[in-house]
């Protein structure tokens, strides 16, 4: 990633890949709350950073000033207009109403809570393959040799395709993700990858269709009429890319901050019924992913003014932490009863696929505990965090 200049007013000038803020944000965050609750950059193209709970509530409702078309953190290059996939968008997270609604109705079914338990049994031999492979060692990496392994692998078997090819793509994810967010050469060569890899299934699967979710897809109407391959390739390519970072960051998190809390360990051995509350706060202080929306005209809040093409963070990790919101925001309560968390996002666009998100850490965390209850880091230091729009470990060296 390009190296800038160290960060000397937050109000003014931040930076959301400054390394200690990718690190550990909080004390950004509660500085800015307190301060300044809307902060703003020019670095990355500019954007606004709200850090309130309430404030990101009135952003997500502020359709359609604030659109969603481009919901990156750090602008998109121009694209070839002439290339085949120039308009190929990844619908329905960047779209707006009206278009949105009908897209998003028709993902929704394959993620409702009873289709995604039909998962869960290749999800938990999944999850104990992987800790067979190094359980013997006494040491793993738990983000690169657990956590990443599983997202990839159950979208895959979801949708039809080799999950033997993970390793393809995490790489292409984090090439638009994380990579790619800074340099656009690398985006715009991942973006390529995915879509002609979706664009050839696509044919495929109109010629061989199964019981796959792409199959599925095809199959659709949209309004009263059979769906276009564009549409159905934008989809693929959001699902792909929507299922990996964020759930395999998530998972990490919540490893990393075991790996460091032995009363949290003992407590979830202990209490397994806590489980389904303890995931839920994981998810909360955790959250992995912020989105962006794009000012359609002048939007005036508090003392600030948004202008017309003004980029928005949409600060669900901040909002999390807010003290307003949340009794003891920067304490990890395994058993907190309320918690109105917004890391899936809330409104419109909310997470279509949080009941797998759930399911899958649910599943990683229950099958790791139950195998390594008793883990460390084995090198703090060498643990990395990846930032921007999804934040997560991408490194968790452990022994146990
Ligand atoms: C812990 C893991 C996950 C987190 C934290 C997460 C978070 C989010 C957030 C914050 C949004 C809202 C975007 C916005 O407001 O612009 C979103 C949307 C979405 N997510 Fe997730 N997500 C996760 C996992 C998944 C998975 C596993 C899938 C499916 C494979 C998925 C599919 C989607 C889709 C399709 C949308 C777009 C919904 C729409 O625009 O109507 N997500 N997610």
């Not at 929507?242 to 979830?268: E, K, M, N, V, Y």
């Not at 920067?330 to 399911?359: P, Q, T, W, Y």
Request: negative net charge; aromatic residues 8%.
């Amino acid at each position: 990633m390009a190296k800038t200049p160290p960060v000397n007013d937050w109000k003014t000038d931040y930076d959301i890949f400054d390394p200690g803020y990718v690190r550990d944000p909080l004390p950004v965050w509660n500085e800015l709350r307190e301060g300044c609750p809307i902060a703003h950059t020019d670095r990355w193209g500019g954007s606004w950073l709200p850090t309130r709970y309430e404030d990101m509530q009135a952003f997500v409702r502020m359709v359609p000033e604030l659109s969603s078309k481009e919901p990156l953190v750090v602008p998109p290059q121009e694209l070839d207009p002439d290339s085949e996939h120039a308009e190929v968008a990844a619908p329905p997270i960047t779209s707006d109403p009206p278009t949105q609604i009908p897209i998003r109705r028709m993902i929704l079914p394959f993620f409702t809570p009873k289709a995604v338990a039909l998962h869960r049994p290749d999800t938990e031999a999944l999850c104990h393959g992987l800790i067979d492979e190094f359980i013997d060692k006494g040491s793993c990496d738990g983000a690169v040799q657990y956590a990443q392994q599983i997202p990839p692998r159950v979208i895959a078997n979801m949708m039809g395709i080799d999950p033997n090819r993970s390793a393809d793509f995490v790489e292409w994810v984090r090439g638009i993700l994380e990579i790619g967010l800074t340099d656009p050469e690398i985006r715009l060569k991942y973006r390529s990858i995915i879509l002609n890899f979706f664009s050839d299934l696509v044919q495929e699967r109109r010629q061989n269709p199964g019981d796959d979710l792409i199959s599925q897809l095809i199959a659709c109407e949209l309004e009263g009429e059979p769906v276009t391959d564009r549409t159905v390739i934008g989809m693929c390519n959001l699902l792909l890319i929507a299922g990996i970072d964020t759930t395999w960051s998530s998972i990490g998190s919540a490893i990393w901050h075991l790996a460091g809390s032995p009363d949290d360990r003992s407590r979830l051995v202990n209490e397994p019924d806590l489980f389904p509350t303890a995931i839920e706060e994981l998810l909360r202080f955790y959250s992995p992913v912020t989105m962006a929306r794009v000012c359609q005209k002048d939007i005036e809040v508090g003392d600030v003014t948004f202008k017309e093409g003004d980029r928005v963070l949409m600060n669900f990790p901040a909002a999390n932490h807010d003290p307003a919101a949340f009794d003891r925001a920067d304490e990890v309560v395994l058993d907190r009863e309320k918690n109105r968390h917004i890391a899936f996002g809330v409104g419109i666009h909310r997470c279509a696929g949080s009941n797998l998100a759930r399911m899958e850490m649910d599943v990683a965390l229950r099958v790791w505990m139950e195998r390594i209850p008793e883990f460390e880091l084995s090198d703090p230091d060498a643990v990395t965090w990846a930032g921007g729009q999804v934040r997560g470990p991408r490194n968790i060296p452990i022994r146990f």
